[in-house]
């Protein structure tokens, strides 16, 4: 049983939510968790931004890392998740009635971008009385999300963590598009999530666990066309589980907030936080040269930032899977704060 | 104008063909060209073996490469290629009337392997008169093949040169999975194709050439969800195209085969040619590691190798896009021969 969130809520704003594109959402929900107690000058605020799979309750993807005495301990600060604008864990997004209309989003839920998902979450930090975060962290969007914070609300973080994220480079991009265009052509999640989670995973991981192995359920690729090797009996299995938990909307709506974040020098400039960025080893989708080269930019740019190696075999999942050493450099880096 | 062959044509035997599988087929064509002109004694034979979506005409995807004063000299030698048993460019295949029900095999095909393909290559040769070959060559699959040969016929061939080619790891069985997985659901070739060409293609050569620009069109990635990165453009123009040119049941009967390839110690003790095996250094469906550890292990099991180190940025495509480099390479091998 993982750890339940202190408190699991939802904040609905009528307010008309402007949205980068120009669309408008006339109703805005947002489904947030709380893990620990917020003290009274509400200065021990940490923002935890989920990744494109996640949920607001942080505990259950984050198990290990989350709770009294663990590397983000909720004996000392008040760890707040905010399920993103346009996903499919509580908040409003492509299953949601549009008010406008009587009917569903579906396919018309309009395009976010990582700044709107942060204008929302900023509404709900007003909204508990948090005016400055003593931390943003997140990983893979997660991280593209508290990279943005800093540059949307230069006076509203003092320290971010952002893992195994830089601007999409074309390779990156070039595996997002084909996710969508699995979305497109098939009725479900399924193969997108397979192309997705080749993405996830390092090589040498795959090597390790797979290999050239039949599928362990005794077939044998030898056999005929259906036949698989193991490699490819745990991505059908990735896929098809998936397709009871997540939505085909949310993941395209995600995927495309994720290929159209980047910061320009002049946005980079006017952010005052620390900033720790930690590039995964074996991340072929967010390569740890790439976020070495934004560290570098940064420090170019006159930011306070710092570049950690996280070694790990695991590839970009490392942030979920490699819980020990994830656990380790969170611990590391907050000693400074 | 490419090239035209010297001799193009098809081979066909009615005798009951006998496939690793078990199945039968009982007539095959197998449709060939040659490039030059064979000698009195037949000793100036190369076999060339093309790669996936290739075909018997040489020239069409190897311009620069072969022909009079080339790095594959015409002047010289003969050089044969046979499409394969399985594809679509002249040989029985998927798309051809199965004798024994009057109908097209489509799906019914059955599964070919690399030795599948190399005794039916083997018949041909016969036919041609040639006993001994002067060398293999190949790449990819292609490359499965040229390495395969000497096993399966192991006083046939004299040298064979493989390139950017091993066992896939898992990793590869990955890609390949996914890209039947695309054939399976899609009516046609045009998402498999996409992804196989993100695994032909290498992260710098993507960034280089297209970056995170707007698709080339005067598309707004910002605007909507139709509107694309450069890089997406230009994998949905690649899958269009490939659809035109490219069947279904091919391009899975011989990715099947490419995930079957693997050889024993005991195959590779066989082997009497002198093996040279081109790594490219940013492949990373075939990494230069893995064809590295392949020579070092038929080093190790007594065979005559040698590793061959193909610089390039371009990816496992840069034995067709870097001419220059892949004529060198070549070249320079041949002046051993």
Redesign the interface.
């Known amino acids: 049983m993982n750890l339940e969130p202190t408190i699991e809520a939802d904040f609905i704003s009528d307010e008309p939510f402007h949205l980068?594109?120009g669309e408008i959402l006339s109703s805005v929900k947002q489904h947030y968790a709380i893990y620990g107690e917020l003290n009274a000058d509400q200065s021990n605020a940490v923002l935890v931004f989920h990744a494109l799979s996640g949920s607001a309750r942080i505990a259950d993807w984050w198990e290990g890392i989350i709770g009294a005495g663990k590397a983000l301990d909720t004996n000392k600060n008040a760890f707040i998740c905010i399920n993103y604008i346009g996903s499919c864990y509580g908040s409003t997004g492509a299953g949601t009635v549009n008010p406008k209309t009587g009917k569903i989003y579906g396919t018309e839920f309009p395009?976010i971008?990582v700044s709107d998902i942060l204008q929302g979450q900023k509404k709900v930090l007003e909204h508990l009385g948090i005016k400055k975060l003593k931390a943003a962290i997140g990983s893979s969007v997660g991280g593209m999300c508290a990279l943005q914070f800093p540059v949307d609300f230069s006076d509203s973080v003092e320290k971010c963590i952002v893992i195994g994220a830089t601007?999409?480079?074309?390779?990156g991009?070039?595996?997002n598009?084909?996710q969508?265009?699995?979305l497109r052509?098939?009725k479900d999640v399924g193969?997108a999530r397979?192309?997705a989670m080749?993405s996830y995973k390092s090589?040498e991981l795959?090597?390790r666990?797979?290999?050239?192995n039949p599928n362990r359920n005794g077939e044998n690729?030898?056999?005929?066309?259906e036949h698989?090797?193991?490699?490819?009996g745990y991505?059908?299995y990735q896929g098809e589980i998936f397709k009871n938990r997540f939505d085909k909307e949310t993941f395209?709506i995600i995927s495309?907030a994720m290929?159209?974040f980047?910061l320009s020098d002049s946005e980079i400039q006017t952010i005052k936080a620390k900033i720790y960025l930690v590039g995964i080893s074996t991340d072929?989708l967010f390569?740890a040269a790439d976020v070495k080269r934004l560290t570098e930019r940064l420090i170019k740019n006159g930011i306070n930032a710092e570049y950690i190696d996280f070694k790990s075999p695991d590839g970009h999942d490392a942030f979920l899977s490699d819980t020990m050493q994830m656990a380790e450099i969170l611990q590391k880096i907050q000693t400074e704060f």
């Open positions: 980068a594109s395009l971008t601007e999409l480079s074309a390779m991009l070039a595996l598009h084909l969508r265009e699995a052509i098939e193969l397979q192309i080749i090589p795959l090597n666990r797979f290999g050239r690729p030898r056999r005929d066309f698989r090797f193991d490699i490819a991505l059908d395209k495309k290929d159209l980047e072929w390569p």
